[in-house]
């Protein structure tokens, strides 16, 4: 039986592959699992049905038809990756070190990025957001400057491609409008990489073809 998420039936993104469904799709496509999508609109995600299975009302969700019901991308794939092979190292300590990374992106790297866009857009025509920003900006730099002496010239965190690496990679690619990203050589070849993927470049497609079919209507 096919999995199935859920995603925006009109994604905010407007199809660039940063809303959080494209994570769970990409892990889906590096696996080899086929999976079904249900398309939500953004008053469904305020519905009791959707609130049943995500308490928050966001997206994306994960149900894999035989009763388990998921929410958050970080969780969902790491279930994925545990369930099927080809996201996890067989080591025991290498794939430790991956869940590790998991977490580093989602909470070491990926707070002061969002906090970021709610300064651009939340926060943009506050008197006091000329003078946040670049504190905002610098916190950012602070973690990539570590994050870019790990990397070094290696092509992945920790040896082979991984699920850390498919999660900072998701988080890394928030912040390409802004520019900082290319401020750090291999952090910005370390994303392209990973965008090269051809699981990544299915999943983004995928995610595009959402956009591009709302748009027709």
Known sequence: MKPTITAFERSPDRGRGLSRDTRVRWALEE????????????GALKEPAHRAIHPFGQIPT????????????????FHIAQTHEGLLPEDPQ???RAV????????????????????KFAEGQKPWAAERMPLVLDR?????????AHLGEA??????????????????????PSGVLEEF???AAYVARGEARP???????????????????
């Open 62 to 77: 994960y149900e894999d038809g035989k009763g388990l019901a998921l929410f958050e991308t970080g969780a969902i794939v």
């Open 100 to 119: 590790t990374w998991m977490f580093a992106a989602l909470s070491t790297i990926e707070p002061p990025i969002l906090e970021l866009q709610t300064a």
């Open 155 to 176: 092509d992945w965190l920790d040896g082979a491609f991984s699920a850390g690496d498919l999660m900072m990679v998701s988080v890394l690619l928030r912040l390409r």
């Open 31 to 42: 696996v080899g699992q086929p999976y079904e999508v249900r398309l939500v609109s953004f």
């Open 199 to 217: 699981a990544y470049q299915r999943a983004f497609a995928a995610q595009l073809a959402v956009f591009t079919a709302a748009e027709a209507v």
């Open 185 to 187: 050589p291999n952090l």
């Open 94 to 96: 290498a794939r430790a």
């Open 140 to 148: 950012i730099r602070d973690r990539l400057r570590e994050l870019s």
